[in-house]
T-cell receptor, first 109, second 111 residues
Framework: KQEVTQIPAALSVPEGENLVLNCSFT??????LQWFRQDPGKGLTSLLL?????REQTSGRLNASLDKSSGRSTLYIAASQPGDSATYLC????????FGTGTSLTVIP | DTAVSQTPKYLVTQMGNDKSIKCEQN?????MYWYKQDSKKFLKIMFS???????INETVPNRFSPKSPDKAHLNLHINSLELGDSAVYFC??????????FGPGTRLTVL
């Protein structure tokens, strides 16, 4: 069974710093990996989707990479802002979607 | 227009009651899901429907019964509610590029 782990569980950084969130998965037989953002009391907002044949995807200040062979994905956030504060979740899509436990990010003004 | 909507947003009820949560999508997607997010924020799939047919049914008590009257709707009915059912329930759809789109969630509290 697929297991998805996210490290760290929580992260606090000063505004303007670049940061990396990590996602690891045990079964490399995936169709894609999707990164989401969840604000308190809200639903999930899709940030980036990386297909299994791709190595990375970029959207604005966000860059996600995927290394299927090592079972890892990273989400890089450049020049962090207080508005980036949220919980970030990754989901590996195999026979179904398996979610990580999330990284709670706080960006301090 | 909200792509994936859920009603109600909040639901507070007593143990033993029966309740329903509704989900509607206007994206035209064939596949819809129900997820449960527990107090530790862990998201676990409960059901998956494709074009009104059940595809995935994870280890969920049979007190939970999904119903899809048409492609745009996937409702979740819960019988004999228990304290452990308290959670946030999310509906989601799957787009053509295998990207998921989530509803805003329904926070269920069982007293």
């Amino acid at each position: 069974k697929q297991e998805v782990t996210q490290i760290p569980a929580a992260l606090s950084v000063p505004e303007g710093e670049n940061l990396v969130l990590n996602c690891s998965f045990t079964d490399s037989a995936i169709y894609n990996l999707q990164w989401f953002r969840q604000d308190p009391g809200k639903g999930l907002t899709s940030l980036l989707l990386i297909q299994s044949s791709q190595r990375e995807q970029t959207s604005g200040r966000l860059n996600a990479s995927l290394d299927k062979s090592s079972g890892r994905s990273t989400l890089y956030i450049a020049a962090s802002q207080p508005g980036d504060s949220a919980t970030y979740l990754c989901a590996a899509h195999g026979n179904q979607f398996y979610f990580g436990t999330g990284t709670s990010l706080t960006v301090i003004p | 227009d909200t792509a994936v909507s859920q009603t109600p947003k909040y639901l507070v009820t007593q143990m033993g009651n029966d309740k329903s949560i509704k989900c509607e999508q206007n994206l035209g997607h064939d596949t819809m899901y129900w997820y449960k997010q527990d107090s530790k924020k862990f998201l676990k799939i409960m059901f998956s429907y494709n074009n009104k047919e059940l595809i995935i049914n994870e280890t969920v008590p049979n007190r939970f019964s999904p119903k899809s009257p048409d492609k745009a709707h996937l409702n979740l009915h819960i019988n004999s509610l228990e304290l452990g059912d308290s959670a946030v329930y999310f509906c989601a759809t799957l787009g053509l590029g295998n990207e998921q789109f989530f509803g805003p969630g329904t926070r269920l509290t069982v007293l």
